[in-house]
């Protein structure tokens, strides 16, 4: 199901609400003064306003699934995304009679192909209302009602007992964490003992050095571009998870294991040949963009719009760069257990 592009933005009330929403983020959090440690303290404002403003931009140009995979030659993008999901499916050995939290789970699309592909209940937590609206629309149309329910609340704080959980995964979405310690002691809380994580975190690689200046831009451009207080080295990952009371028993970066493929980048800068990811290339998104520019001076999408496109195109090509120099990835898996008898 595919979204349209006179769908985007189609229940905002009032386009002025729009624009002023995007001024009022783009104000309170391009600050550099307030820097890193006011977004990490506004953290669900941050990231929720942010995500109430892209999600529809999103699903246009992206799908359901609002993350990156690794793609073999001659595999589709729908394929390699969900190969992905279901890669954690696998190593958590999911099934039925099983219970899962998928943290930060966006519009849903990982949780439902979790669920379909190992027959798993699976809990979507997440903190935005728009979101998840749409998530109980399109679980509902993909008739998984009966395996998949939302939660709405902070990952940090998750509103669930101690030991509910028989495994816990997260798509790119602990890279949102204000506190690295935090998320991944919570995550420890919800699990049963014995129990394993899996995790795709973002991170900023080896190859990252925190003296280049030309480094230290496209760090700050990924994170203010989608949302994050902060993106971290895997060692501070490791250590966090370690920190939490789990064992970490696998913490490496996909990208360098994978078979000569097509990088997880390449959907942002492609040619737009391909139909199937016109919308998400380079030419693609320049027309998108156009055609929102004619849209918004005609009042046919709120003022503010072509601005949040202007963000995400900006925010693509820098993406871009920190994959082609290969400082930054967004698949550094972890996957960890809570010991049987947790000490403390
Ligand atoms: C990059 S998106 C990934 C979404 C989803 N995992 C997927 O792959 O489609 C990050 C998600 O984390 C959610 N998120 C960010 N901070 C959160 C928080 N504090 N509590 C709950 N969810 C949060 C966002 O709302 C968004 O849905």
């Not at 699309?109 to 379909?116: F, S």
């Not at 998840?132 to 998750?158: G, P, Q």
Request: aromatic share 10%.
């Amino acid at each position: 199901m595919t979204s349209k592009l006179t769908d985007i933005l189609k229940d905002a009330k009032s386009g002025d609400e729009v624009a002023s929403r995007v001024r009022d983020w783009e104000r309170r959090f391009s600050d550099t003064a307030r820097g890193r440690e006011g977004r990490a303290a506004d953290y669900q404002d941050y990231e929720n306003i942010y995500y109430d403003l892209v999600t529809d931009l999103f699903e246009y140009g992206w799908g359901k699934s609002f993350h990156f995979a690794p793609r073999a030659a001659g595999e589709s993008f729908a394929a390699s995304l969900a190969r992905h999901e279901r890669y954690l499916a696998h190593r958590l050995q999911l099934g039925p009679d099983m219970l899962a939290a998928d943290l930060g789970c966006g519009v849903g699309g990982p949780t439902r192909e979790v669920a379909r592909f190992s027959g798993a209940r699976i809990v979507g937590v997440n903190n935005n209302a728009y979101q998840l609206k749409r998530a109980a629309e399109l679980t509902e149309a993909a008739h998984l009602s009966h395996l998949v329910e939302y939660l709405k609340c902070d990952f940090m704080n998750v509103d669930a007992p101690d030991n509910t959980f028989d495994a816990i995964y997260s798509v790119e979405s602990t890279c949102c964490a204000p506190d690295k310690a935090g998320i991944y002691r919570e995550a420890f809380r919800l699990l049963k003992p014995g129990k394993c994580l899996a995790v795709y975190e973002w991170c900023m690689t080896d190859r990252f050095d925190a003296d280049n200046p030309d480094h230290r831009r496209i760090k700050a451009e990924v994170e203010y571009g989608n949302a994050m207080p902060n993106i971290a080295r895997p060692q501070e990952v490791d250590d966090a998870v370690r920190q939490a009371g789990f064992d970490l028993i696998e913490a490496r970066d996909m990208e360098p294991d994978l078979p000569p493929g097509i990088p997880w980048y390449e959907p942002l800068v492609g040619t737009g040949l391909s139909f199937a990811r016109v919308r998400s290339s380079t030419s693609g998104r320049r027309l998108t963009h156009a055609t929102l520019w004619l849209l918004e001076r005609l009042r046919l999408v709120p003022r503010g719009t072509t601005r949040i496109s202007s963000l995400l195109n900006c925010t693509a090509v820098v993406m871009a760069e920190a994959g082609r120099l290969r400082i930054f990835t967004p698949m550094y898996f972890v996957y960890a257990r809570k010991p049987e008898c947790p000490e403390g």
